[in-house]
């Protein structure tokens, strides 16, 4: 048995990897501070609320863009999973080439996502991860990770907006039936989900004059990515799991 532990700025993701199949999963806040104990009791009480056993995960695999909190999550699997993890990153086979300027910047939930994206879906395509930061990066026909466009995501927008104007109130985050908004809480949904979509659409469809290819599919995750998957057809694909189905891919690669 696998796990996978997709570690991000705002939640970290595990889950049970067997085959193609995710039969379990669950999420926890990153930025709490624990001991490598409490990620190690944390971890069993998941497998055991849902009826698993822990002993019999005989391989870990992470993918993360949080360093502070590695030393104590990778003790935590050691000292209660009693498995040594397979970390994303120099070093670890991934089957695609990073065609960047500087592809030790590129982060390790990128790379898991262009990976899972490109082999599922095929290529050229565009991968979007509506997370803590929205990120757009290009994969190439032939399976290379070319480009990458980053933004704040639409949260931190938001706290932004609230945070740094006295009389603003922090909002939920969702369509107004108008842009035409005549109170300050759908004047705000409006501005930030209207502006949001119409950025997404933009830098799509930027990306695809610049590289010259029309027709490349989008694929989009992350919190948020149901939320604009539906509120635009630039969007083609919404997968929630593609940070986990890029962690079982690269992990295969690596124990053939």
């Not at 104990?37 to 870990?60: C, H, M, T």
């Not at 397979?86 to 065609?99: A, E, L």
């Not at 630039?234 to 890029?246: A, C, H, M, R, T």
């Amino acid at each position: 048995m696998i796990l996978g532990i997709d570690v991000g700025n705002t939640n970290t993701e595990l889950a049970v990897l067997i085959g193609d199949e995710i039969p379990y999963s669950w999420r926890f806040v990153t930025k709490t501070p624990r001991t490598s104990d409490e990620y190690g009791v944390l971890i069993k009480s998941f497998f055991r609320n849902s009826g698993i056993s822990v002993e019999e995960v005989n391989s870990v695999i992470i993918a993360s863009v949080v360093p502070n909190i590695m030393y104590s999550l990778i003790n935590g699997i050691k000292k209660y999973i009693g498995v040594e993890p397979m970390v994303v990153g120099p070093g670890i086979k991934t089957g695609m080439p990073i065609n960047t300027s500087d592809p030790s910047e590129v982060g390790a939930d990128r790379i898991v996502d262009a990976v899972a994206a490109y082999s599922i879906y095929g290529g050229p395509v565009i991968v979007t991860d509506f997370g803590t930061a929205t990120t757009f990066d290009y994969v190439t026909q032939d399976g290379a990770f070319a480009a990458a466009v980053t933004t704040p995501g639409i949260q931190i927008s938001i706290d932004a907006l609230w945070k740094n104007a006295a009389k603003l109130p922090n909002i939920e985050i969702k369509k107004p039936p108008s842009i035409l908004a005549r109170d300050t809480v759908t004047s705000m949904q409006a501005g930030l989900v209207y502006g949001y979509i119409g950025q997404v659409e933009y830098i799509i469809e930027q990306i695809k004059k610049e590289t010259g290819v029309k027709d490349m599919k989008v694929v989009a995750t992350g919190g948020y990515g149901r939320l604009f998957y539906q509120e635009t057809k630039s969007i083609n694909v919404y997968d929630p799991q593609l940070s986990l189905k890029g962690l079982k891919i690269i992990h295969d690669k690596n124990f053939r």
